[in-house]
């Protein structure tokens, strides 16, 4: 029905790119968060808001409070806990702000892609419509042609169509979607280049592919993992230890009248003794996980996959297209004892004369450069036998030839009968040496073998031996025979193989390994993988696939690459390995805190006080503004993620405790002493002393 409205143009926005962030907006986002209600979902940092809170109020209204002296000097003592109270509590709101600035700055890219779509919806009466994207439900068919962008997701349902994807993957490369097979997936959003094709919508208006990825690496839906969820609540348990002793500690002040520390300094020693540091970047830590899995062109549904990926026991991978190559080729032509080698190059070619696969094609390509010349067959004339996962053969009925089957040796010889010994021999030595036999047969009746040849990708031996270093170990699923599984398990060095495996072979062996209390992680592409990838752990569906399997899956490749599985697992290790360095770090640093704080508490103990630390009221804000400050330094590494090297558990831990644990400590000890050096000298320069007068003075007639 005529030309298309003004339909706005699939913008060239990748997930994988590190986005522009701006600086107003990140300082704009990390003030807001000073709301009690965003402050009440981060349970530490909540304590540090309402002590934070109550400095302020100790300091604007003393007499509230007959308790704590309301001298000058204590009142200036009390607005240097506000503002390096108000530091601490800032410096943790930045490092979430700018991990959710990066996820808001890649939203805002593609919802520019979203906006405006139109679709030309196919009506009961075969007559053309333009609609709003928004006005299109699951079941609508819209057609697409060149140059239109797709409404929402949907399957091709007859029909092909080259797309570019650039927007979601940020590779130029097209891509052909069509109907009938695995590749009928289309992404609503991207940009028809060629071909004409009729589109069944599978999504809702707001709930498409492109919707849930705005949300998500905006951050909208983060929920917090089982591993975040952990450590939190042992954050709160020791937050609440230490608010105990501190509190009792104050009630012995006021009951006995002892010379201890007033509350200020009480204040700053529960704040500095709380597990501040990671209690405050822990939700960065949390986004920037989830935000690496984007910039390797991943979608992840939640950050428990994510996670997950860190804890994986068992890896399950396919041969094809993961562990090898994945086009096999033909090499070899062995025919039946009894057939001519001209023949069977003909039969062989006839029977792959409407097969499109890679292998199909290769058939016909090698047998073509024997010498076979490709007969032009009549499409109406024929019947195809297509090729079924079950079944694992196709045909053709071809008249005045007869019935074409090429497959599995197994499922042949089930079809026509014993394979001649010479052939079995044959396919016995091909299938050692990591070759794939295909038999062909005529009216029953074998004719002979295609040897089909499979390359293991590079690299991918040193890949599983990293993955064997971390623990997890790899199983390889193909439809192979054992012989051929053997040989390419034994080249790519898979710690276990199945052979022979059918669709719901990958099913049953996720949950017999779930069962077995390990977490179990698996990719496909085909609706037949759909149960799988949704039993999995960590289920990474591919781009390309259909859409039950994306659907199922919790982590989507925007490449389809099955290999960035172990990519996967590698940034799920470094996740947690983050997260638990950077808690040895804050715990261990602790410590160093309790030497510069206890003297300053328990007048008069000069044992304790190995920092040589003179001014109690000096020390204490040294130490409350190391605290602060070891958040914004280690703000970077919650960002980018501590570098992982495959390594033992034993050899992470030693490792951590090394670099953070005792790196912590001495950092501590070190920054405490410099900062106490430089708050003194500061104290003694003449303005800074006139200035604190003038203050001291103001102070003094305020109520």
């Known amino acids: 029905m005529g030309d298309a409205p003004s339909i706005t143009p699939g913008a060239r926005v990748s997930v994988h790119r590190r986005p522009h962030t701006s600086g107003w907006r990140v300082l704009r986002t990390s003030l807001t968060m000073f709301d009690p209600r965003s402050e009440v979902h981060k349970p530490v940092m909540f304590v540090v808001y309402v002590f934070w809170l109550f400095t302020v109020a100790a300091f604007l209204f003393p007499g509230l409070f007959p308790d704590i002296p309301s001298s000058p000097v204590d009142r200036v003592y009390f607005l240097g806990l506000v503002i390096i109270l108000f530091l601490t509590l800032w410096f943790s709101h930045l490092g979430e702000a700018v991990a959710e600035a990066q996820g808001r700055a890649q939203a805002d890219s593609l919802r520019q892609v979203r906006s405006g779509i139109q679709g030309r919806q196919i009506l009961p009466d075969g007559r053309r419509q333009w609609v709003p994207a928004t006005l299109l439900h699951p079941g609508d068919t819209v057609e697409v042609r060149p140059g239109e962008v797709l409404p929402l997701d949907g399957d091709v349902v007859q029909g092909a169509l080259v797309i570019d994807e650039s927007m979601m993957t940020g590779e130029s490369e097209p891509v052909v979607r069509e109907s009938g097979g695995d590749k009928t997936s289309v992404l609503g959003g991207s ?13 809702q208006p707001g709930q498409s592919f492109l919707d849930r990825m705005i949300r998500l690496v905006e951050g909208v ?3 917090k993992t089982p591993n975040e969820l952990a450590l939190t609540i042992l954050l709160v348990t020791l937050t609440v230890a230490i608010l105990v002793v501190i509190l009792t500690v104050a009630f012995l002040i006021r009951v006995t009248g002892a010379a201890l520390a007033d509350l200020g300094t009480l204040i700053a020693l529960l704040v500095c003794l709380m597990p501040t540091t990671i209690g405050g970047l822990l939700p960065a830590i949390g986004i920037a996980g989830v935000n690496r899995v984007g910039r390797a062109n991943i979608v992840a549904k939640s950050g428990r996959a994510v996670e997950a990926a860190g804890d994986l026991d068992v890896l399950i991978l396919d041969k094809t297209g993961t562990i090898t190559v994945g086009n096999r080729l033909a090499s070899e032509f062995i025919p039946a004892p009894g057939i001519e080698m001209g023949e069977f190059l003909r039969l062989a070619t006839l029977v792959s004369a409407f097969d499109d696969t890679p292998e199909g094609r290769s058939i016909v390509r090698l047998a073509t450069r024997r010498g076979v010349t490709v007969e032009k067959l009549d499409p109406t004339k024929i019947r195809l036998i297509p090729f079924s996962a079950e079944r694992r053969l196709s045909g053709i009925v071809l008249p005045g030839v007869g019935e074409l089957y090429k497959g599995a040796l197994d499922a042949i010889a089930s079809l026509a009968g014993d394979i001649p010994r010479e052939l079995r021999i044959a396919a016995s030595d091909a299938s050692r040496q990591g070759m794939t036999p295909l038999a062909v047969s005529l009216d029953k009746r074998v004719v002979g073998v295609v040897l089909l040849k499979d390359v293991v990708k590079p690299g991918i031996k040193d890949r599983l031996r990293e993955l064997r270093l971390m623990g997890i170990r790899t ?9 051929t599984a053997a040989a390419i398990a034994r080249e790519s060095g898979v710690d276990e193989f199945v052979a022979e495996a059918k669709p719901e072979t990958k099913l049953a062996l996720i949950q017999r390994v ?4 390990r977490l179990v992680a698996m990719t496909g592409d085909g609706t037949n993988d759909a149960p799988a990838l949704a039993q999995a752990d960590v289920g990474l569906a591919m781009n390309s696939g259909t859409s039950a399997a994306k659907e199922a899956g919790n982590m989507v490749d925007l490449d389809s690459d099955p290999t960035k599985l172990i990519e996967v697992v590698s940034i799920g290790k470094q996740l947690l ?21 206890l003297p300053a508490i328990f007048l008069g103990v000069g044992f304790l006080n190995i920092l040589g630390l003179g001014d109690p009221r000096v020390a204490v804000l040294a130490t409350l503004l190391f605290n602060a400050l070891t958040i914004p330094l280690l703000i970077p590494i919650a960002l980018r993620g501590v570098r992982f090297r495959p390594r033992s558990a034993s ?27 430089g708050l003194e000298a500061l104290l003694a320069q003449g303005w800074v002393h006139n200035l604190l007068v003038v203050l001291e003075h103001l102070l003094s007639h305020l109520p």
């Open 475 to 483: 199983v390889m699923c193909t439809g192979d025979n054992r012989l």
């Open 651 to 677: 050899e992470l831990l030693s490792r951590n405790l090394m670099v953070y644990g005792l790196g912590g400590l001495v950092l501590a000890f070190v920054g405490i002493k410099l900062l106490y050096l």
């Open 514 to 517: 779930k069962r077995e209390g």
């Open 191 to 203: 940009r028809a280049l060629q071909g004409i094709a009729q589109v069944r919508i599978t999504s």
């Open 577 to 597: 390995i983050t997260r638990g360095a950077l808690t040895t770090f804050s715990v261990t640093s602790d410590v160093a805190k309790y030497f510069a704080l």
């Open 221 to 223: 839906q983060r929920e």
